[in-house]
């Protein structure tokens, strides 16, 4: 057997893939994986473009966007649902596999560590003082994460859209319903306004 | 529910079930986690909630991996193991699944009404999370003082959210908080 023909066993990709330059492998899927994760501090979205995109142009920036469109869409963590798309896009399920392996193995490990040793320190006063900062600190980001989401509607003063993630808001933040039940009534009401209103725009 | 029956099963069971709901990815589904890691099965308590949530934020990876240490509280590294793969393992099948048949069927781009309905849907329950965090975390006036400042940089400039972590842990230390 020559050992060309060795690239051939692997299984066949889910999408013609040829015409991209680099075509990552199994263990090349986990490592690069592995690092975008071990970089990505507060979120690993940002690094996991740099990296894809930008650094081993295995997609270009708009099957980056559509690819974590569908990723975004779909239930479930969106970068762990993107590593899993990605990946059997090169090498079918089991590039899959060693993407979402690379992704959530390494961090996994850490933050084992890190909960065993908050059950072991976590009530020592030094350490409750400083979780007790960062944790602040760490809500103000999440609040500013939503501001920031808030303003393309605001802008395009999309009163229904606003209206909807009010309802949401005072659902499950203030009344405390079951998220299920929240999103299984929302889902379909706001999937009509948005078919309706789509209707009357183009007629 | 079923707080008697076997620690890991039910945290299977929980967070499998609650990623087929967690649209919007992870930080959608805090409002869920803490109602059912601490008003239902009491697994934690809010304090303890609040501290989870930023050690998730101190360690690089995923801010799924919350469900990490969730788990390992109630059920040690098993556990761990276990509320992480069942909180990402059905929705990246999921994922594949349909990624798959989109490429079989056709070109088109994923439909745009459905995202336009799923978006305000997304930023609410993120505005809800924002909400329960800062009652489990903000006891104090100056805790609340620091959550808006931190909100107010972080949307106001691109200061790396790293540095606001560290400044919080900081005040923290120096005993503000």
């Given at each position: 057997m020559p050992p060309d023909s060795r690239t051939d066993a692997v299984p066949a990709p889910d999408i013609a893939a040829a015409h991209l330059?680099?075509?990552?492998?199994?263990?090349?899927?986990?490592?690069?994986?592995?690092?975008?994760?071990?970089?990505?501090?507060?979120?690993?979205?940002?690094?996991?473009?740099?990296?894809?995109?930008?650094?081993?142009?295995?997609?270009?920036?708009?099957?980056?966007?559509?690819?974590?469109?569908?990723?975004?869409?779909?239930?479930?963590?969106?970068?762990?649902?993107?590593?899993?798309?990605?990946?059997?896009?090169?090498?079918?399920?089991?590039?899959?596999?060693?993407?979402?392996?690379?992704?959530?193995?390494?961090?996994?490990?850490?933050?084992?560590?890190?909960?065993?040793?908050?059950?072991?320190?976590?009530?020592?006063?030094?350490?409750?003082?400083?979780?007790?900062?960062?944790?602040?600190?760490?809500?103000?980001?999440?609040?500013?994460?939503?501001?920031?989401?808030?303003?393309?509607?605001?802008?395009?003063?999309?009163?229904?859209g606003l209206g909807l993630m009010v309802a949401v808001f005072i659902a499950i933040g203030l009344l405390r319903l079951p998220l299920a039940a929240v999103l299984l009534a929302a889902t379909p009401l706001s999937l009509a306004i948005n078919f309706v209103m789509r209707r009357r725009a183009s007629p | 529910?079923?707080?008697?029956?076997?620690?890991?099963?039910?945290?299977?069971?929980?967070?499998?079930?609650?990623?087929?709901?967690?649209?919007?990815?992870?930080?959608?589904?805090?409002?869920?986690?803490?109602?059912?890691?601490?008003?239902?099965?009491?697994?934690?308590?809010?304090?303890?909630?609040?501290d989870i949530y930023a050690i998730s934020q101190l360690s690089p990876g995923p801010n799924v991996l919350i469900v990490t240490l969730i788990g390992y509280s109630v059920a040690g590294i098993a556990g761990a193991l276990a509320a992480t793969l069942a909180m990402c393992g059905p929705t990246a099948m999921l994922a594949y699944g349909v990624s798959r048949f989109l490429a079989r069927s056709s070109q088109s781009?994923?439909?745009?009404?459905?995202?336009?309905a799923l978006v305000p849907l997304s930023i609410g329950l993120m505005g809800a999370s924002g909400l329960i965090l800062a009652q489990a975390a903000d006891r104090t006036w100056v805790a609340v003082l620091m959550t808006a400042a931190a909100a107010a940089l972080a949307f106001a400039t691109r200061l790396n959210p790293f540095w606001m972590l560290l400044a919080g842990g900081l005040l923290g230390f120096a005993g503000v908080v």
């Open positions: 330059p680099n075509r990552p492998g199994l263990a090349e899927l986990f490592l690069a994986f592995a690092k975008m994760s071990l970089a990505g501090f507060g979120g690993v979205l940002v690094w996991a473009r740099r990296a894809i995109v930008e650094q081993h142009r295995w997609m270009t920036a708009e099957e980056f966007n559509e690819t974590y469109a569908l990723c975004h869409f779909l239930p479930g963590p969106n970068v762990v649902n993107l590593s899993v798309v990605f990946g059997s896009r090169f090498r079918g399920i089991a590039g899959g596999i060693a993407a979402f392996a690379g992704l959530l193995l390494p961090p996994m490990a850490l933050m084992t560590i890190l909960a065993a040793l908050y059950v072991r320190y976590g009530e020592i006063d030094v350490l409750r003082r400083i979780l007790a900062g960062v944790s602040c600190a760490a809500v103000g980001l999440a609040i500013a994460v939503v501001f920031r989401m808030m303003m393309p509607p605001i802008r395009k003063r999309d009163v229904i | 529910m079923n707080s008697g029956a076997n620690p890991i099963a039910t945290l299977v069971w929980t967070f499998g079930l609650m990623s087929l709901f967690a649209v919007g990815g992870a930080n959608a589904a805090i409002p869920e986690m803490h109602r059912i890691a601490v008003d239902i099965q009491h697994w934690l308590t809010d304090k303890q909630f609040a781009r994923w439909p745009a009404t459905i995202q336009a």
